[in-house]
């Protein structure tokens, strides 16, 4: 059995992710790693050559900027850049990471032996790993139906798969028609370090995503502390090693700003919060289909 990684990237260094971090993270789980490099301001290229392995093979890519986002296909570009790194994958499975996502190294090998045990198991398509994205600092996480606390990251690569947003995989069982694959859970996690970087940083990043997933490229106003206190929790497990030196300091829960008032979306959250706890089940959509072991 051999795992292909991958990745799409473009501007890690100004907007603020961990990428070196990232792709440390799992070297010592994959064969190769991919790495699809959009066109750069910054030294982006120079961080990924400087982890100095040969298994990184660093795919330079273009970027359709003309791409219309308002005919109800949102993010395709993000989709073009996930799927040529996919396309280039030559393992039996392949994990997809994000440039601020981070495995920790406790979890490494729980993922290896859910896929060697599912390998031969046809019917498993995806693992489905548990996220914890941490707001504001390294001690404080967003858990809500807002915030998604699983996802489809590894998908096996002998299937008509492709990525046509950030998010998840459709896998095609004919040219007209793709669907969800089908997927286990695996208790590994995923530390997504999105919302812990400077607001400017954000701001840029989010100014990105709005140009390709938005029907206009309009400016975005970031405020890290406009959320609802009730979302918030502390989280005092240990964090990956790749990424200890790159974690700002944190002293206890993130304080978000006192004069945010909760809005329609975060009361109704709230709730879907009570009845999660009440009935023990999740709101989160599911870009899988679940298959009990």
Known sequence: MTISGFTFVRNAEQRGYPVQASIRSILPLVDEFI????????????????IDDPRIRIIPTTWNERMRNDCGFKGFNYGQQKSIALFNCTGDWAFYLEADEVLHEDDLPLIRQTLEKYDDDERVEALALNYLHFYGNAETIAWSPGWYRHATRVIRNTIPAWGPKGLFFT?????RRGRYPR????????????WVRSEEQMADKAQAI?????????????AIGRIDRSF????????????QSWLPPSDGLFEP???????????????????????????NRSHYRLIRP
Request: contains cysteine; aromatic residues 14%.
């Open 35 to 50: 790495v699809a490099l959009g066109p750069c301001n910054d030294a982006t290229e120079e961080l990924i050559r400087a």
């Open 171 to 175: 896998v095609l069982d004919t040219p």
């Open 183 to 194: 997927a286990v859970r695996c208790d590994a996690r995923v530390f997504h370090y999105g």
């Open 210 to 222: 709005e140009t390709y997933f938005g029907a206009t490229a309009k400016p975005r106003n970031i």
């Open 232 to 243: 918030l929790q502390h989280y005092n497990g240990s964090h990956p090693a790749t990424v």
């Open 257 to 283: 700003d006192p004069d945010y008032r909760p809005t329609y979306r975060d009361w109704r959250h709230r709730w879907m919060l009570r009845l999660e706890r009440t009935f023990g089940f999740e709101y």
